[in-house]
């Protein structure tokens, strides 16, 4: 009981982690409601979903955040950019990159699932989106809870956590133990095609986060089939 009650107590940090998935894999969740054709926008650092893009026409697209809300339209650059071959062979087959001032080409740790060349300020914006609400830079972790977030078969996103805090079902610890609840919620893990680069296939999890209220610490988490 000792030993419970100590572990109930473990003090919480601020960690901040970059992704630990295979690459070409994110986590999302997703909102309730979505325009049809929407497809995810993935972001390398943290590996997860950050918003969606549907094409309304050719070189104009319809940007939506994470919770299903449009952002803005965002449209080709007029002026075609100065790119070598090399460029138009990684852009035909799905890599993503930002154009600036039409000229300047820089390589981006933001994906579309179609070509969709996002300005700064969209990725930015999108971003900024996973702030509202509860923070996931308002969560804290225990050092074993931590720990686990090193690991690419337990590593789930800190924004992800934090979706599933805020819109999962929320209930007492299994164990009884005060102050503490879990929260579960519906994920999918996006593994991209490598036969058709730009396209997800998508297997669904359930993800379970245990948290000590009083001070917004994540004790545990795990996902599972």
Same mark, same amino acid.
């Given at each position: 009981?000792?030993?419970?009650?100590?572990?109930?107590?473990e003090p919480? !940090?601020?960690?901040?982690?970059?992704? &630990?998935?295979?690459?070409?894999?994110?986590? +999302?969740?997703?909102?309730?409601?979505?325009?049809h054709g929407?497809?995810?926008?993935?972001?390398?650092?943290?590996?997860?979903?950050?918003?969606?893009?549907? =094409?309304?026409?050719?070189? /104009?697209?319809?940007?939506?955040?994470?919770?299903?809300?449009?952002?803005?339209?965002?449209?080709?650059?007029?002026?075609?950019?100065?790119?070598?071959?090399t460029d138009?062979?990684?852009?035909?087959?799905?890599?993503? %990159?930002?154009?600036?001032?039409?000229?300047?080409?820089?390589?981006?740790?933001? &994906?579309?699932?179609?070509?969709?060349?996002?300005?700064?300020?969209?990725?930015?914006? /999108?971003?900024?989106?996973? @702030?509202?609400?509860? =923070?996931?830079? =308002?969560?804290? *972790?225990?050092?074993?809870?931590?720990?686990?977030?090193? +690991?690419?078969?337990?590593?789930?996103?800190?924004?992800?956590? +934090?979706?599933?805090?805020?819109?999962?079902? !929320? *209930?007492?610890?299994?164990?009884?133990?005060?102050?503490?609840?879990?929260?579960?919620?519906?994920?999918? &893990?996006?593994?991209?095609? @490598?036969? @058709?680069?730009?396209?997800?296939?998508?297997?669904?999890? !359930?993800?379970?986060?245990?948290? %000590?209220?009083?001070?917004?610490?994540?004790?545990?988490?795990?996902?599972?089939?």
């Amino acid at each position: 009981m000792v030993t419970g009650l100590a572990a109930s107590e473990e003090p919480g !940090r601020y960690y901040t982690f970059q992704s &630990r998935l295979p690459h070409g894999e994110f986590f +999302e969740i997703r909102p309730r409601f979505l325009p049809h054709g929407a497809k995810p926008i993935v972001d390398d650092e943290t590996g997860m979903c950050i918003g969606y893009s549907v =094409s309304q026409a050719p070189g /104009l697209w319809q940007i939506y955040d994470t919770e299903g809300n449009f952002v803005r339209l965002e449209e080709a650059p007029l002026e075609s950019p100065l790119i070598d071959p090399t460029d138009l062979v990684l852009l035909a087959a799905g890599a993503f %990159r930002i154009f600036l001032a039409g000229r300047a080409l820089l390589q981006s740790g933001v &994906r579309a699932a179609v070509t969709v060349n996002l300005s700064h300020a969209t990725i930015s914006l /999108l971003r900024g989106r996973l @702030k509202i609400g509860l =923070s996931a830079r =308002s969560l804290k *972790m225990t050092e074993s809870a931590a720990k686990h977030m090193y +690991e690419p078969g337990r590593y789930v996103p800190l924004q992800i956590q +934090e979706k599933a805090i805020r819109y999962g079902t !929320r *209930m007492p610890d299994p164990l009884r133990k005060p102050g503490l609840f879990r929260y579960e919620t519906r994920m999918y &893990r996006l593994v991209e095609d @490598k036969q @058709k680069k730009g396209s997800y296939f998508y297997k669904p999890y !359930r993800l379970e986060v245990l948290v %000590r209220e009083k001070d917004w610490t994540i004790m545990h988490f795990q996902y599972m089939p």
